[in-house]
């Protein structure tokens, strides 16, 4: 059985699936100073597709399918109908078909798990999959909403409190790892955009400014030492452990990726970035659980690539809390504190619920190209209960 679907695409022939493209936006904070404050979804999305097609040499009408994962921005009141179709047409992709995906917090991946599929087992041969939310265009309550587990009523941050503390992690392991996501995110800031994986956002000048900004980099970021000392003892409402500077922040933010086949790709002398070898998903017995999920979707993925576990050179495994990674390291005996999130992750630079995981591809492929590894993987934990993988290989 694929870990593409069932036993009835298993049948199905497949074509390889190429990352031609990769970008990204800067991540807003998520809150009402968001460095993104005031943008659309809409507009941050064309923003980086505009950037995102200057860099490859076909035209934007080329694009057959575009998929966008989101969350809260489908209730933003800037959003009327059909999203994904309505950034298509903005961007100028006239001929694409488009949709949504929605799984919680892996919306992103599954949208370019989506867009594969088309050109894997259909008569697609350019594809879009991306991921965008701004947590800060939409109402509090529709942010709280969106991180809460409709089976027990608890938060997700009380949920994994409580599982992680169930598996013996400490608030000392949890303040232990976000300051090293904090250190590594900082190294790495700029990095996105030295290496052409970042777009920098352009907002209009706001009332009393004459200058249009330019916003290059991630907000949460560059918090100072001394507001994150300030935030370690902030206790998140119903937990033990995880506090406001161990926990993922809001953020406001837009990542895709562009798929072609390898006939297109020749066709159009498209420079291959990667190559997408699986994708799966995993789920677990109880809501609580869903920070362990991504050990398991990892699992079902590298055997679905076959390839060797030992093979894998990064793991980027969505810091929703630490609990994940944590408990990933503790599962996984090829995972190490080096080579999990090398870069930093959600802790640090945020999580814009449906646009992490496209934004967690974009930068597990810059990451792995400039330290020249060969296989890397991507996963997110997502309510309830799940989780999603994907594998790739770096060319």
């Not at 009141?77 to 006239?94: D, H, N, T």
């Not at 992690?169 to 904090?182: H, I, M, N, P, Q």
């Not at 937990?239 to 809001?250: D, G, H, L, M, Q």
């Not at 590298?302 to 944590?326: M, Q, R, T």
Request: net charge neutral.
């Amino acid at each position: 059985m694929s870990a593409y679907g069932g036993i009835e695409r298993n049948k199905m022939s497949k074509k390889d699936v190429l990352v031609v493209g990769a970008m990204r936006s800067p991540i807003g904070n998520g809150r009402k100073d968001s460095s993104l404050l005031g943008m659309t979804p809409q507009d941050l999305a064309c923003q980086v597709l505009g950037a995102q097609f200057l860099k490859v040499s076909f035209p934007r009408s080329a694009i057959e399918s575009f998929k966008l994962g989101a969350v809260v921005s489908l209730k933003s009141s800037a959003v009327k109908q059909g999203l994904a179709r309505e950034i298509a047409l903005r961007a100028g992709m006239f001929n694409s078909s488009s949709s949504i995906a929605e799984k919680v917090c892996s919306s992103g991946l599954l949208a370019i798990a989506e867009a594969a599929d088309s050109i894997r087992y259909h008569e697609c041969d350019l594809a879009i999959g991306a991921g965008v939310d701004l947590m800060s265009g939409v109402p509090y309550e529709v942010n709280v909403g969106a991180l809460t587990d409709p089976i027990t009523g608890k938060s997700m941050s009380e949920l994994s409190d409580g599982k992680a503390r169930e598996l013996g992690f400490t608030r000392e392991d949890y303040d232990g790892y976000a300051l090293l996501s904090y250190a590594r995110a900082k190294k790495h800031l700029y990095d996105y955009e030295r290496c052409g994986y970042l777009a920098p956002v352009i907002l209009n000048p706001v009332s009393g400014s004459e200058h249009a900004r330019i916003i290059n980099f991630d907000q949460n970021v560059m918090i100072h030492d001394q507001k994150l000392e300030k935030l370690k003892n902030i206790l998140i409402s119903g937990c033990e452990i995880t506090t406001v500077r161990n926990a993922s922040k809001y953020g406001d933010g837009y990542g895709n990726l562009v798929l072609a086949s390898p006939r297109v790709a020749r066709r159009w002398r498209l420079r291959p970035l990667a190559k997408i070898l699986s994708y799966a998903e995993h789920t677990e017995k109880e809501s609580k659980d869903f920070i362990c999920a991504p050990t398991g979707a990892v699992l079902k993925a590298v055997e679905a690539a076959k390839i060797p576990f030992c093979s894998i050179e990064s793991f980027w495994i969505n810091e929703a809390f630490p609990g994940s990674p944590l408990y990933f390291i503790d599962k996984i005996p090829e995972a190490t504190w080096e080579n999990v999130n090398p870069w930093g992750g959600a802790i640090a630079f945020g999580h814009p619920l449906g646009a992490t995981g496209a934004i967690l591809c974009v930068n597990a492929i810059c990451q792995a190209r400039k330290d020249d590894n060969k296989y890397i993987v991507v996963s997110l934990c997502n309510a309830i209960g799940e989780a999603t993988a994907m594998v790739f290989e770096i060319m």
